[in-house]
């Protein structure tokens, strides 16, 4: 495994370099270059079809890339194998998705300690750091409802909690308001772009919404799997 130490300045804090993605036959990126340093929003914005899955998924490990080099702090992560890259997105990774993807029969403060859990910390130690970031999104009274109990903004909420409960370096976002209405998205995206600058994470956000994208610092936009000029 990697070991990434301390902050790096001199480096950004996740690259990617002629990163290339196929689907058998059919080009999902063909040579995208992208930077992200400590602290940005960046907007992955774009058509269906243009990439912007596909970057968010190799970007974060998900996904190996068919070519191309992705970066952390300046170290290549692309040759890793699976169970390192899982290693790393549980570590230094978090994750809020368009459904959130809560496990149903877990109560809001074990989704969101899971992180912390999965990599040994002591379940008490892992539940307070989960009670404490639940408080800081508004949930504080909830701990204890599972995701049925929810509503869709309280759960995606609880998502955000458990992206940023082990103090990730890049915080992916996929459609994270496709399944909310519009002021419900508006106030999520502000308790994630509010919660990861308490941490310094980045944060990476795939999106259609125009609304949200006009949240981030710059905006990427992909057109048949390339930067748009």
Same mark, same amino acid.
Request: net charge neutral; no cysteine; charged share 20%.
């Given at each position: 495994?990697?070991?990434?130490?301390?902050?790096?300045?001199?480096?950004?804090?996740?690259?990617?370099?002629?990163?290339?993605?196929?689907?058998?036959?059919? !080009?999902?990126?063909?040579?995208?270059?992208? +930077?992200?340093?400590?602290?940005?929003?960046?907007?992955?914005?774009?058509?269906?079809?243009?990439?912007?899955?596909?970057?968010?998924?190799?970007?974060?490990?998900?996904? !190996?890339?068919?070519?191309?080099?992705?970066?952390?702090?300046?170290? !290549?992560?692309?040759?890793?194998?699976?169970?390192?890259?899982?290693?790393?997105?549980?570590?230094?990774?978090?994750?809020?998705?368009?459904?959130?993807?809560?496990?149903?029969?877990? +109560?809001?403060?074990?989704?969101?300690?899971?992180?912390?859990?999965?990599?040994?910390?002591?379940?008490?130690?892992?539940?307070?750091?989960?009670?404490?970031?639940?408080?800081?999104?508004?949930?504080?009274?909830?701990? &204890?409802?599972? !995701?049925?109990?929810?509503?869709?903004?309280?759960?995606?909420?609880?998502?955000?909690?458990?992206?940023?409960?082990?103090?990730?370096?890049?915080?992916?976002?996929?459609?994270?308001?496709?399944?909310?209405?519009?002021? +419900?998205?508006?106030?999520?995206? +502000?308790?994630?772009?509010?919660?990861?600058?308490?941490?310094?994470?980045?944060?990476?956000?795939?999106?259609?919404?125009?609304?949200?994208?006009?949240?981030?610092? &710059?905006?990427?936009?992909?057109?048949?799997?390339?930067?748009?000029?």
């Amino acid at each position: 495994m990697i070991e990434f130490d301390g902050q790096v300045t001199h480096h950004p804090v996740l690259a990617g370099r002629g990163l290339v993605k196929r689907y058998g036959d059919v !080009p999902a990126l063909a040579g995208v270059d992208i +930077t992200v340093r400590a602290g940005d929003v960046v907007a992955i914005v774009g058509p269906s079809g243009s990439g912007k899955s596909s970057l968010l998924h190799v970007l974060s490990g998900v996904l !190996p890339a068919d070519g191309g080099e992705v970066f952390l702090a300046g170290k !290549p992560i692309t040759t890793l194998g699976e169970t390192e890259r899982s290693l790393l997105r549980r570590s230094a990774f978090g994750f809020v998705f368009q459904s959130g993807l809560l496990v149903a029969e877990l +109560t809001a403060e074990e989704n969101a300690a899971l992180p912390l859990l999965l990599a040994g910390v002591p379940r008490g130690d892992a539940l307070g750091a989960a009670r404490d970031w639940l408080a800081r999104l508004g949930l504080e009274g909830l701990e &204890r409802r599972r !995701p049925g109990e929810l509503s869709g903004g309280q759960a995606q909420r609880v998502a955000v909690a458990r992206a940023l409960v082990h103090r990730p370096r890049v915080v992916f976002a996929d459609e994270p308001t496709g399944a909310l209405d519009t002021r +419900t998205g508006q106030e999520m995206v +502000t308790s994630l772009l509010d919660a990861a600058r308490r941490t310094g994470a980045a944060v990476v956000i795939v999106t259609h919404d125009q609304a949200v994208a006009a949240r981030a610092e &710059r905006v990427v936009e992909l057109r048949d799997g390339l930067v748009a000029a």
